[in-house]
């Protein structure tokens, strides 16, 4: 299985109709990978909260048709990171989007843990009802984003649910990246799965992102890592390992609840 990780450096001077059409270049430029993952809120702007609510978008916004169509092309199943959803009520979500390679919107998941501690995305963004997952022809996904990274108990659903590769789209700064590095290790290692964790990098509204997007196996080895400018990571991996690593070292067994 192919992966790539579009690690975009999100330019917030740039308008948002030219991030979302590079953005789809760059799919289109994917054809022949199986999974390609974008990050979170790279078109509205992961630190721009002033912005969301005029970048606020339903599900079928023209973000959302834009990598619709270059999924279709590119003939890839599509992570197309995450948007700022606006329901039917006007709620706001931090919701990603999963086409397939027919261009058809798979499934949602709307970010369970909102960061900013009472303000911010806390305060803007309506929290997800729970964990989603979603089987594909390479093995099944399980949907995580940004600060969810720091809540393992989210994880162990997640698994529970079947996962074997978690994606987890982010808009992580650099002052806590070598957060970022462990804890999408560490979630690789307990769960013994693959982690995609896809970073923006640059600079959003005077916040520096971390990039160091990344591929996990389920022994916690970095199959392959980014740095700090944006850039396109590609890497392949074996689904098949997450079950051998489980019978190799079958600590999930020794598992005690209550």
Not at 114 to 141: K, N, Q, Y
Not at 143 to 167: H, I, K, N, Q, S
Not at 211 to 218: A, L, T
Request: proline share 5%; hydrophobic share 45%; glycine share 12%.
């Amino acid at each position: 299985m192919r992966v790539s990780l579009i690690q975009l450096d999100v330019d917030l001077a740039v308008p948002a109709a030219d991030r979302v059409a590079e953005a789809a270049r760059l799919v289109r430029g994917r054809a022949g990978d199986h999974l390609v993952v974008l990050p979170e809120l790279w078109a509205a702007g992961g630190w721009d909260y002033s912005g969301w609510e005029a970048g606020a978008e339903p599900l079928d916004g023209p973000t959302a048709r834009a990598m619709a169509d270059a999924a279709r092309d590119a003939g890839v199943w599509l992570h197309a990171g995450s948007i700022v959803e606006r329901d039917a009520d006007g709620a706001r979500y931090n919701t990603s989007l999963m086409f397939g390679p027919d261009g058809g919107l798979r499934t949602t998941y709307r970010k369970v843990h909102r960061f900013g501690f009472d303000s911010g995305e806390a305060a803007i963004m309506g929290p997800g009802d729970g964990p989603v997952v979603l089987a594909t022809p390479f093995g099944t996904l399980g949907f995580a984003t940004c600060y969810d990274l720091r809540f393992p108990e989210m994880f162990r659903l997640l698994l529970d649910a079947g996962a074997e590769v978690l994606v987890v789209p982010a808009a992580w700064p650099a002052r806590r990246v070598e957060h970022w590095r462990l804890l999408a290790r560490a979630r690789a290692v307990e769960n013994q799965v693959f982690v995609l964790a896809c970073n923006t990098a640059g600079t959003q509204a005077g916040i520096a992102q971390g990039g160091h997007s990344m591929v996990v196996d389920p022994w916690g080895e970095v199959v392959a890592e980014a740095g700090t400018e944006g850039r396109v990571l590609t890497a392949e991996i074996d689904t098949a390992l997450v079950a051998k690593t489980r019978a190799d070292f079958p600590v999930l067994k020794d598992r005690r609840l209550g």
